[in-house]
């Protein structure tokens, strides 16, 4: 009986939705640069296991004067890349994959070229969740 | 109600529609092929190699290509672009002869030879990387039905939106096929054995 009042709470903890975002942020990557190349995409997953959506309004990184998150989209064959000023948003349950040929963070004046098993440290900060320190883990350019 | 005056108001309700259609019409980037009309894209060109010297396309002549138009300062899909081109050409197992990869910048106020033979040398296969002056560039774009334009950004350098497929050559120098970047690696792959074959 114990047992099954035990189990009762669980899942109605289970069943009572957290209200709060839960935010990991998973699989930080960027390509490797060569010099006279100023700009970068880096692309990473972010999960939110929480109950409410929650945003990603800013990411910086020490190692670009400029980081901020980028959509490209196609149109008509075209590649357009376009700044979201209204930042990410990263609905409850999610996962948000940001991915070459997508949504990226842009990484801009790189102030030393990014080289292959580099690793860069980045914050990401959440309208809720508030600031996530991250690592970037720069590959080969043609790893992937 | 007047029967003038409701054609008239027909006529203003229509108005805007048609405007719109007009200026989706004529928005439409000159890259779109519609299939089964006869188009030439490619065709003999003159450019600057990454070495400085001038490259003439008949130095294509006898092997199959890939040329893909992008610019050095584009973070995304052109890094993707040209890796995924040689992972699916070490793939083919075929060596780097089996069909050629080309670049050629959208760009040339940026991307010198310099900028364009550093770029093309990060992907650890032979690619050939190409500019040319603006007047250059602008004919092999109309050559290709390459449509690209600037986008300043507010606090950073300037982009440029362009068109994203990949064109492939067979060893005749006739165009086959496009690969889309969306398209999976299946259909890139099958399309490239079309050029090798």
């Not at chain 1, 960027?30 to 990473?44: I, K, M, P």
């Not at chain 2, 995924?84 to 040339?108: C, E, M, N, W």
């Not at chain 2, 602008?138 to 068109?163: C, I, L, R």
Request: charged share 20%; glycine share 10%; net charge positive.
């Amino acid at each position: 009986m114990r047992m099954f009042f035990a189990f009762m709470a669980l899942s109605l903890a289970g069943c009572s939705p957290n209200k709060a975002p839960e935010i990991a942020v998973e699989n930080g990557w960027a390509r490797a640069t060569v010099a006279g190349q100023d700009s970068a995409a880096a692309y990473l997953t972010i999960v939110n296991k929480g109950g409410s959506e929650d945003r990603l309004v800013s990411v910086s990184v020490p190692r670009a004067k400029m980081a901020m998150m980028h959509a490209s989209s196609m149109d008509a064959g075209v590649m357009r890349m376009r700044a979201m000023s209204d930042g990410l948003p990263i609905p409850a349950g999610a996962t948000v994959e940001l991915a070459p040929n997508g949504t990226h963070i842009m990484l801009n004046g790189l102030t030393t070229p990014l080289r292959a098993g580099e690793q860069l440290p980045a914050t990401l900060r959440f309208a809720k969740a508030g600031t996530k320190a991250i690592t970037i883990r720069v590959e080969e350019a043609s790893a992937r | 109600m007047s029967l003038k005056r409701i054609r008239l108001l027909l006529w203003l309700l229509v108005a805007p529609v048609a405007a719109g259609i007009a200026v989706l019409l004529l928005r439409q980037p000159v890259s779109q092929v519609s299939a089964g009309e006869p188009v030439a894209i490619g065709g003999p060109f003159s450019l600057t190699g990454s070495n400085g010297r001038p490259f003439s396309s008949a130095k294509l002549a006898g092997k199959p290509f890939a040329i893909f138009f992008g610019f050095t300062h584009c973070p995304d899909i052109c890094p993707t672009t040209l890796a995924r081109l040689a992972r699916l050409r070490r793939q083919f197992g075929h060596g780097d002869d089996s069909f050629r990869i080309v670049f050629v910048t959208v760009d040339p106020q940026r991307d010198g030879p310099q900028e364009v033979g550093r770029y093309t040398a990060l992907f650890d296969t032979p690619v050939i990387g190409l500019t040319g002056s603006p007047a250059q560039i602008e004919q092999v774009k109309k050559q290709f039905g390459v449509f690209s334009q600037k986008v300043e950004q507010p606090g950073a350098e300037y982009s440029v939106d362009h068109t994203a497929a990949t064109f492939l050559f067979g060893a005749d120098g006739k165009f086959v096929a496009t690969i889309a970047p969306d398209e999976g690696d299946g259909v890139a792959l099958a399309k490239l054995k079309r050029i090798t074959s």
